[in-house]
């Protein structure tokens, strides 16, 4: 994430928050409900065991406890500063 903070910062932004996101990966296969926690992906796996579903039924956890394995990092942000003009000579 540092690499990411760092090249928004030199971009001139202020970093108001930063953090990784949850796991944006929930299209589950034949899923009769939207699932929007663990315990909807725990109930969509019951009724829809496919690979899939059970891979990431599995797999959230682990990805909950390392914050480093999730898919996105979120930046919220301020322009601190406009870029500066420099004055080129064209035909000299």
Do not use: C, H
């Not at 932004?13 to 796991?23: E, G, H, M, R």
């Not at 394995?69 to 942000?77: D, N, T």
């Amino acid at each position: 994430m540092g690499e990411v903070l760092s090249i928004v910062r030199e971009a001139g932004f202020d970093i108001v928050k930063a953090y990784f996101s949850a796991v944006n990966d929930v299209s589950f296969v034949e899923a009769d409900a939207p699932v929007l926690s663990y315990k909807d992906l725990i109930k969509a796996t019951a009724k829809r065991p496919t690979r899939i579903n059970v891979l990431r039924a599995l797999a959230y956890p682990v990805v909950k406890l390392m914050p480093s394995l999730r898919q996105l990092i979120v930046v919220v942000a301020e322009k601190s500063r406009e870029p500066e003009l420099k004055t080129i000579e064209r035909w000299g």
